[in-house]
């Protein structure tokens, strides 16, 4: 997390095109077949890994990674952050009235903190208007963007928008973060999280989920499985 968060501070101080990815385990199978999409997340100035199946792959190929940060987790620490060294923010996606939760909620712990714009990209008259916020967070240049529209979406959004977003420091994805964070949808017991069963806990709440928890945990499991034979095979190469 420390790490992460130092990155966060380089990226204010060196400004240019940076954003952070969150990748979990939907993300990876994505990624096999949206090339756009891989080459998004190759890019990033760092990826937080997302997700409980990534650690257990990551020990599994013998890649171990040192530490899960969740979305919801790390954007209340950059919110921290943010109000300790006087950064501005601005949240934007979700559903209506969601991100200007979230920003209350934010706001509520951390007084401070500066919070330049928190919409969900909908117009007075209640339409969809994204042009109409773009040109908004270009005006404001807040020096964090965080872009809740889900995944590979806000990737995508962010890299087509970026480069005019020039007063932006640092973007991130966010995907379904505002929804908790903004307290919309109950996120699971920290024991459910710990051990590595919130998608059970999400597919209880959500059952239209199906395909996605299929996605995130069958799908990518053989995928996983599928790497691990290949470098056997690779390394029984090498030693003949």
């Known amino acids: 997390m420390k790490e992460a968060l130092d990155v966060i501070e380089q990226c204010v101080v060196f400004p240019r095109l940076n954003y952070i990815v969150t990748p979990n385990p939907e993300f990876i199978v994505r990624a096999q077949k949206d090339k756009i999409f891989r080459d998004i997340l190759n890019n990033a100035v760092i990826a937080l890994p997302d997700g409980f199946g990534l650690m257990l792959a990551a020990k599994f190929l013998k890649r171990p990674l040192n530490q899960r940060i969740t979305g919801v987790d790390f954007i209340w620490h950059v919110a921290e952050l943010a109000e300790k060294n006087d950064y501005s923010i601005y949240l934007y996606g979700a559903g209506k009235g969601i991100a200007k939760k979230t920003a209350q909620r934010l706001q509520k712990r951390f007084p401070h903190l500066k919070i330049l714009g928190a919409e969900s990209g909908y117009d007075k008259d209640g339409k969809m208007n994204d042009a109409l916020?773009?040109?908004?967070?270009?005006?404001?240049?807040?020096?964090?963007?965080?872009?809740?529209?889900?995944?590979?979406?806000?990737?995508?959004?962010?890299?087509?928008?970026?480069?005019?977003?020039?007063?932006?420091?640092?973007?991130?994805?966010?995907?379904?973060?505002?929804?908790?964070?903004?307290?919309?949808?109950k996120r699971a017991p920290k024991l459910i999280r710990k051990i590595g069963l919130e998608w059970l806990?999400?597919?209880?709440?959500?059952?239209?989920?199906?395909?996605?928890?299929?996605?995130?945990?069958?799908?990518?499991?053989?995928?996983?499985?599928?790497?691990?034979?290949?470098?056997?095979?690779?390394?029984?190469?090498?030693i003949q």
């Open 133 to 185: 916020f773009v040109e908004d967070i270009r005006l404001k240049s807040p020096d964090i963007l965080l872009v809740a529209l889900g995944a590979p979406k806000q990737e995508k959004w962010i890299a087509a928008h970026l480069p005019d977003f020039t007063g932006v420091k640092v973007a991130m994805g966010v995907g379904g973060a505002f929804d908790y964070i903004s307290g919309s949808i």
């Open 201 to 238: 806990y999400r597919l209880i709440l959500q059952p239209w989920r199906i395909k996605r928890i299929f996605t995130a945990t069958i799908h990518f499991t053989y995928l996983v499985i599928k790497v691990k034979i290949m470098d056997s095979r690779l390394r029984g190469n090498d």
